[in-house]
């Protein structure tokens, strides 16, 4: 499957912004689908993933209660709403897909989006 993540942008502090993660290729409901980001001179970092159903979702810490992820199968689209943004969520954004179950490190990942990048200003 291959993935093209997008809706990145400049925002202020306690802004919104909604990324979406389009997919093409083999089906993508068979594919859980996780976020993950990566601010200069540090390391990617897990931020949400989902299930291939939808029905299950695992969130890291430092945004669990601000941002939500979410899919549309029939749109073969994986989608991060992300509320209240922080100077600190600045980074590049990735989406990726899985075979397995909500994993939390990137190398449970086989297939990368290009990333977007999501800029917060205080």
């Known amino acids: 499957v291959q993935l093209q993540a997008s809706g990145g942008g400049l925002v202020q502090a306690g802004g919104s912004l909604r990324l979406s993660c389009a997919a093409s290729?083999?089906?993508?409901?068979?594919?859980?689908m996780g976020w993950f980001r990566q601010a200069p001179g540090k390391e990617r970092e897990f931020v949400a993933a989902?299930?291939?159903?939808?029905?299950?979702?695992r969130y890291a810490d430092s945004v669990n209660g601000r941002f939500t992820v979410s899919r549309d199968n029939a749109k073969d689209t994986a989608y991060l709403q992300m509320n209240n943004l922080k100077p600190e969520d600045t980074a590049i954004y990735y989406c990726?897909?899985?075979?397995?179950?909500?994993?939390?490190?990137?190398?449970?990942?086989?297939?990368w989006g290009q990333g977007t990048l999501v800029t917060v200003s205080s």
């Open positions: 989902i299930t291939r159903n939808g029905d299950n979702t």
């Open positions: 990726a897909a899985s075979s397995l179950v909500l994993p939390t490190l990137p190398e449970r990942y086989r297939n």
């Open positions: 290729g083999r089906a993508f409901s068979r594919y859980g």
